[in-house]
């Protein structure tokens, strides 16, 4: 057992005075292909070695108690009465219960203790993390037979019905399908799936936290879903078979450019780019070129600056910062946006001088302390068997 889970055990036991089951869950990077979950378009996330471990097991009662770890805070809900909770993180765990339900799985009361080192609000996807933790935990426990393409959808419809995100599947299905050094490139609409070998040798993945965590994020994400919508509105009436932006291809969008909205136009141009800049990457693996890997991931951050305006001051400088250092091979800003953390690939040897000179001048220019976590690619949410 790691230090974490033998830590997550024993307060299980502490606090609930019986022996838990305990999962492991990751947080995932996006190595390319942001803003186009959503849109049925593809992605390249990896599941990373920054996890959440829950403990869990059936207790008698028809009620769950939860205990956060990290906010050492307690909740007790009634599995028959759930209500949002003033407590952020209890309302993902009411969340994905309440999902269960609704699709008629039989849950009985349990308790749950978890914690774990994946930053919040920095872009790892710390929820997905949770949800992926608790459906692995209930699915065994209650022997729901939930196949993992099940858990994700249960994940992403938490983030909808009960945290206000109406989110795409990338950070659910990473944390329950990644797999040790690969990439995994997903088909957001079929949910078919390819795993990349992702070499690393002499290549490090680095994560520059901005410490920026904007509120706007969550409505401005939904807005930005809203204006693919209103783009996918206008093409149909041209071609009956566009049911999103994944159906849509650049000579038509430009055909039609005079009846958009200058805004939602970019949106729309930019969502189809991403998406062709993913299958691009995907090809630069297949030849381990990680160079034009790279240059794909700086077209990537240019298009979500300027186009998808997702980033935010402190992400652009984090970029630009990178681009003075030698040994990058590609940067950009990842996941949602308007804060969190840029993805870095950057030579091993040049790893030291590229934290130091971030570090560095990101405090001069911005007044923040950078965090900078060099990361490995792992496996997904998992059972810890005794
Ligand atoms: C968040 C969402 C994902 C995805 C990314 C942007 O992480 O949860 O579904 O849309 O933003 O790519």
């Known amino acids: 057992m790691t230090e974490l889970e033998q830590k997550i055990y024993d307060q299980f036991i502490s606090k609930y005075d019986h022996k838990p089951l305990l999962v492991n869950s990751p947080g995932r990077v996006n190595l390319i292909g942001d803003h186009t979950d959503y849109n049925d378009g593809f992605v390249l996330p990896a599941a990373i070695d920054k996890v959440i471990v829950l403990g869990m097991a059936k207790n008698k009662l028809e009620k769950i108690r939860a205990f956060s770890a990290d906010m050492n805070e307690s909740v007790v809900m009634d599995l028959n009465d759930l209500h949002k909770s003033d407590k952020n993180w209890a309302n993902y765990i009411k969340g994905v219960v309440a999902e269960l339900q609704k699709e008629k799985f039989k849950l009985k009361g349990f308790d749950v203790v978890f914690g774990g080192n994946i930053p919040i609000g920095a872009g790892l996807s710390s929820s997905a993390a949770l949800e992926g933790a608790l459906t692995v935990g209930l699915d065994k426990i209650f022997k729901l037979g939930l196949d993992r393409k099940k858990m994700a959808r249960i994940g992403q419809l938490t983030e909808h019905n009960h945290v206000g995100v109406n989110c795409g599947i990338m950070d659910q299905f990473i ?71 994944r159906d849509v291809s650049m000579e038509l969008l430009v055909e039609h450019k005079s009846e958009f909205d200058p805004v939602v136009f970019r949106r729309c141009k930019f969502v189809l780019e991403e998406n062709d800049r993913v299958l691009k990457a995907c090809e630069d693996l297949s030849k381990e070129d990680l160079r034009s890997f790279g240059q794909h991931m700086f077209e990537s951050h240019e298009g979500l600056s300027k186009e998808y305006e997702v980033s935010c001051e402190e992400l652009d400088i984090l970029v630009e910062l990178a681009k003075e250092q030698e040994g990058l091979l590609g940067c950009r800003m990842m996941g949602g946006g308007f804060g969190g953390c840029t993805i870095n690939l950057v030579e091993e040897t040049k790893v030291a001088s590229f934290i130091e000179y971030i570090s560095k001048k990101y405090k001069e220019r911005t007044g923040i302390e950078a965090e900078i976590y060099v990361t490995q690619i792992n496996g997904g949410a998992h059972i810890i068997e005794s």
Do not use: M, W
């Open 175 to 245: 944390n329950l399908h990644g797999e040790a050094d690969k990439a995994l490139k997903l088909d957001c609409r079929t949910l078919d799936y390819e795993l990349y070998p992702f070499h690393q040798e002499g290549i490090k993945i680095v994560l520059c936290n901005s410490k920026v965590s904007h509120n706007l994020a969550d409505s401005e994400y939904n807005v930005r879903r809203s204006q693919c919508e209103e783009g996918v509105e206008i093409l149909k009436q041209y071609d009956p078979q566009i049911r999103n932006l």
